[in-house]
């Protein structure tokens, strides 16, 4: 008789780690460039790039993830803490992808743009400049 495990979700720390290499890689930057607290609007990610983060770290965690992450949380560590609570809910079943629900307050085109499928800048609340 075997006992079936569930496989131990990633730790903040390995989040953070993943996020970093994943940056520095994408950027061409050295992974100690990288800083956790710093807006990834410092690292000037395209809304291209901050699409594909998602995606990639959707393939990794086996999580849906909201398309605006990196505006919901604008740095490694903000991602990292909101990732570890989505794996955390996931494993009891209660999982929100919103964030702090500002979306909800977006016109369409507004949505649109930063999606980048219009290529426009979108004021992202608590940044000091819009993400292209």
């Given at each position: 008789?075997?006992?079936?495990?569930?496989?131990?979700?990633?730790?903040?720390?390995a989040i953070e780690t993943?996020?970093?290499d994943w940056i520095a890689r994408e950027i061409g930057m050295p992974r100690?460039?990288?800083?956790?607290?710093?807006?990834?609007l410092n690292y000037s990610l395209s809304?291209?790039?901050a699409m594909m983060l998602v995606g990639d770290l959707e393939e990794w965690l086996g999580l849906t993830l909201p398309p605006t992450l990196?505006?919901?949380?604008p740095s490694i560590a903000e991602i990292a803490g909101f990732l570890v609570?989505?794996?955390?809910?996931?494993?009891?079943?209660?999982?929100?992808i919103d964030g702090d629900g500002w979306v909800d307050?977006?016109?369409?085109a507004e949505v649109d743009a930063l999606l980048?499928?219009?290529?426009?800048?979108?004021?992202?609340p608590g940044a000091s400049a819009p993400m292209a």
């Open positions: 008789m075997s006992i079936e495990t569930q496989p131990q979700a990633p730790t903040r720390e993943w996020l970093i100690a460039e990288v800083d956790t607290g710093k807006s990834l809304s291209v790039t990196a505006w919901d949380y609570g989505q794996l955390a809910a996931g494993a009891s079943g209660t999982v929100s307050g977006l016109s369409d980048g499928r219009m290529g426009g800048a979108v004021p992202i």
